[in-house]
């Protein structure tokens, strides 16, 4: 079997990914990127971008667009500069020496590696938790969203709520009442985990309502969200509530599982990345997007980052002129 090598590999193909691929395409580095592949609805090449229906806020679109459009859009702009894409899943990395060692599917339980990447951008994004309800997959970005951010305006006069207990759900309410005309929070206990201040500023928001101890077991809807069913965690008691809009606001995971104990991590699995920088703990990993970012998390803050680690990546290349060239002619799709 025949190892690809390469000067940059990128890993990962939302806003981030892409758009260090194309930075690095036009840098001449001819990058490799591993887009993933569909294995549901919920995870899938062009990241969380592909769930979302219209975006309108990610600058340049004033009439906004559609969140599958705009991935295929930054897909094409990569490739056009002489990105090479390859829809294949990483399964395991070795970072422990340059060049790191990336191996795809089920080929990581054998001994050679797939690629050999000299510097490698990693742009794994993550994943909003879900509720795990069969709905889920059809209704998401149809009136079912994880981002009140980003959809929001979309739910103006409507009555929503939001799933959660923790400072997600309260900033995601608080925001989502500036649209609706009433936001219920659906949380299966008693007590928030949010903290103090958010919390007592849902409870002084007069459009929030909370419905304490239920759980949602059913989303009922086919072309668009209609409503829910909850039930209560104690008595077991169920009601519909008929909602323009469901928010699932009960946390997100980075994608970080194949580099754990290799690179530098948060408590919460989230990538550590210097200051003002994409430079992780191994010297010629770059990281960008929200793998490493679990503040922001929209479109634009990823795709700015993307640019930041394909420069670092150039740079660092261009520093390091020891490391033997990589040998770019094999493509995976010739082995
Ligand atoms: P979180 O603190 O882990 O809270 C998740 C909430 O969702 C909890 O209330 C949990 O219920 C509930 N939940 C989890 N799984 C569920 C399920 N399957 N069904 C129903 N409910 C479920 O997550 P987060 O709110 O996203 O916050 C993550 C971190 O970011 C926290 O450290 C938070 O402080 C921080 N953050 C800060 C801000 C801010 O300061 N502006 C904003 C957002 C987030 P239980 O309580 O019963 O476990």
Not at 90 to 113: A, Q, R, Y
Not at 239 to 258: K, R
Not at 291 to 301: E, G, M, N, P, S
Request: proline share 4%; aromatic share 6%; net charge negative.
């Amino acid at each position: 079997m025949t190892t690809v090598e390469r000067e940059v590999v990128v890993l990962g193909a939302g806003p981030a990914g892409l758009t260090a691929a194309i930075y690095c395409a036009r840098a001449d580095l001819r990058p490799l990127v591993f887009e993933g592949e569909p294995s549901s609805t919920s995870d899938q090449p062009g990241g969380q971008l592909m769930l979302t229906t219209d975006v309108e806020n990610y600058p340049g679109f004033p009439e906004g667009v559609m969140g599958p459009n705009l991935m295929m859009d930054f897909r094409a702009q990569a490739v056009r500069f002489g990105a090479e894409m390859q829809t294949e899943k990483v399964t395991k990395v070795d970072l422990s020496s340059n060049p790191f060692k990336i191996w795809i599917g089920e080929n990581g339980l054998t001994s050679d590696p797939d690629c050999l990447a000299r510097a490698l951008i990693v742009s794994t994004g993550a994943k909003s938790l879900m509720l795990g309800l069969p709905e889920e997959d059809q209704l998401i970005g149809r009136g079912l969203s994880t981002c009140a951010t980003c959809d929001g305006f979309f739910f103006r006069g409507q009555e929503i709520a939001v799933v959660g207990g923790g400072d997600s759900a309260m900033e995601e309410a608080t925001f989502l009442t500036k649209f609706a005309s009433k936001v219920t929070i659906i949380h299966r206990r008693d007590q928030l985990r949010a903290s103090k201040i958010m919390q007592e500023r849902a409870f002084a928001n007069e459009r929030i309502e909370f419905l304490w101890n239920h759980v949602v077991t059913a989303i009922h809807g086919t072309e668009s969200l209609e409503g829910v069913r909850v039930s209560h965690t104690k008595t077991g008691e169920e009601q519909d509530i008929p909602l323009g809009g469901l928010f699932i606001a009960i946390g997100h995971s980075p994608n970080t599982d194949i580099f754990a104990g290799q690179l530098k991590m948060k408590e919460n699995g989230y990538l550590i990345t210097e200051p003002d920088s994409s430079r992780t703990s191994v010297e010629g990993v770059f990281a960008c997007g929200d793998v490493q970012d679990d503040v922001y998390r929209q479109a634009v803050t990823a795709a700015g980052s993307g640019c930041m680690a394909a420069i670092d990546a150039e740079r660092w290349l261009e520093s390091r002129s020891d490391l033997p060239e990589a040998s770019a002619s094999a493509t995976l799709s010739s082995q």
